[in-house]
Every structure is written in structure tokens, then in C-alpha cells.
């Protein structure tokens, strides 16, 4: 795997996300790791409003996979059942409704998710671009999930039949390639991998580059089927895909 160079996989590097307020860099995580309160701003239900829900949580995974302790709330999704329920089905985890809690925890930082040129409270905010309208959900939410992830939450997608349909043919051959690696002596995550999945995610969340990783550990000659299948395995605590789901099935 031909790679430009990366910070080692075991440095301490910061979560950083670009401030739609000041369009310059942020640090997602306090000092010393204080408790992260992360804010989805979610007053519609259609796809855009999923997608920003869809980012909070994937900041929240970040977060918690470099050891920030995170408080996650939603606000503006009281009693929107159908937005929770298509959440629920993309396995975002549950955001306590910001209209039931009282004061905060004393977080030593807050981050807003809302949609592209919302408005809101001040404080570090992520902007998600829009959601152009597309066919019904899959079947497989995970292919939904995947969709989403393939662009970096700054620019804009469609989700048109063939941008589901790829989604779905790489969720289906990362499924079967995972249960065949499996069968193969555990390897660890090579270093350098490590090191380019963690630099991708704490990049402003940089998706698209984790998931290119991933494409390049698939088709490395170099690397023993054990590793390939730790990797995506660590990964997927980020992604959310459920890579693992086919183990034992053949």
C-alpha cells in the first residue's frame, strides 16, 4: 500500500471539525478530555434532518473512540416519530431530548450539528450540506447508512437508484469478504493502517477517506487476511455498517 506519511498510530491527535460559524479549524475535544456536549438540530423530518443526525452521531463514536466522555442531545425532534424510527433503523443511538433535561453537566465543550444555514445557539457548529429527494429507503438500512457516508458532510448528495445500488453491492461484498477473513488467523491492525483511519476520522470527520482505506486494505496483497478483518472490524465502530453481520453464515 503506497501511502503519503502519517502521524504514528498511537499519537495523540485531536478531533478537529471546521467551525461553519468562522470556517476555520476547531477542536471537537476539550482538554484533558472534559465531557463533550454534542447537539443535533433536527426540526424536520426528511433526509437532510437524518443526515444531520446521521453526523452527531458519527462525532459521538469519534469521540468515544479517543476517550471523550460525550452528552448527546436533540433538539427540535420532539415527537417526530417517523425521523427517530428511520434514525433508529440507520443504527444512530438515541439523543436525549433536549426539551427534558435541565441545566448541562458542566461540559468543558459543545458542538452543534445542524443543516446548512440553519440558525442557532452560538458555539462550534458543523454544517451538513443537503439531501437531494430519492427513492424510498432500502430494505437494508445499512445501505442508506453507507449512501450517506460516501460524501463528506460538507457537500451536498443525491441519493438517486444508483447511488443506493453501488452502496448496496459494496455493503454485500464487504459483508462476505469480513465472514471469509474471519476464518483466518486474528492479525492486528497494521500501525500505519491505525494511524490512517484515526488521522481520516479526527479530519474535520473525513468519512470518505476512511472508507478509502478501507478500499485499499481489500485489495493489499500485502496484508494477511487476519489484519484485513481486524481493520474493518475496528473501523466499523465509526461506520456503523455492521460489517460483521455475515460471520459463520457460510
Do not use: C
Not at 429507503?137 to 438517486?160: F, K, M, Q, W
Not at 470518505?208 to 500485502?222: F, H, I, K, Q
Not at 481493520?231 to 455498517?241: E, Q, S, V
Amino acid at each position: 500500500m503506497t501511502a503519503r506519511p502519517r502521524p504514528p498510530a498511537y499519537a495523540r491527535l485531536v478531533l478537529r471539525i471546521i467551525d461553519a460559524r468562522t470556517g476555520e479549524p476547531a477542536d471537537a475535544a476539550p482538554a484533558r478530555r472534559g465531557l463533550t456536549r454534542v447537539e443535533a438540530h433536527a426540526p424536520g423530518s426528511d433526509t437532510t434532518h437524518l443526515r444531520v443526525l446521521l453526523v452527531a452521531d458519527l462525532l459521538v463514536r469519534a469521540l468515544e473512540i479517543g476517550g471523550t466522555p460525550v452528552w448527546a442531545l436533540l433538539t427540535g425532534g420532539h415527537r417526530q416519530a417517523e425521523l427517530l424510527a428511520r434514525a433508529t433503523a440507520l443504527g444512530i443511538r438515541p439523543f436525549e431530548d433536549s426539551h427534558d433535561v435541565g441545566a448541562g453537566l458542566g461540559e468543558a465543550q459543545a458542538v452543534h450539528v445542524a443543516a446548512e444555514g440553519a440558525t442557532g445557539p452560538d458555539g462550534v457548529r458543523i454544517a451538513v450540506a443537503p439531501v437531494l429527494p430519492g427513492p424510498p429507503d432500502p430494505a437494508d438500512p445499512a445501505v442508506l447508512r453507507l449512501a450517506l457516508l460516501t460524501r463528506h458532510h460538507s457537500a451536498g448528495i443525491r441519493l438517486d437508484e444508483a447511488a443506493l445500488a453501488e452502496a448496496a453491492a459494496t455493503l454485500t461484498r464487504w459483508r462476505a469478504a469480513v465472514a471469509r477473513w474471519a476464518r483466518s488467523p486474528s492479525r492486528p491492525v497494521p500501525d500505519e493502517v491505525r494511524g490512517r483511519l484515526r488521522h481520516a476520522w479526527e479530519d474535520d470527520l473525513d468519512v470518505p477517506a476512511v472508507l478509502e482505506v478501507l478500499r485499499r486494505v481489500e485489495s493489499d496483497p500485502g496484508l494477511p487476511d487476519g489484519a484485513r478483518f481486524e481493520t474493518y472490524a475496528h473501523a466499523d465502530r465509526l461506520l456503523g455498517l455492521d460489517l460483521t453481520r455475515d460471520l459463520g453464515s457460510s
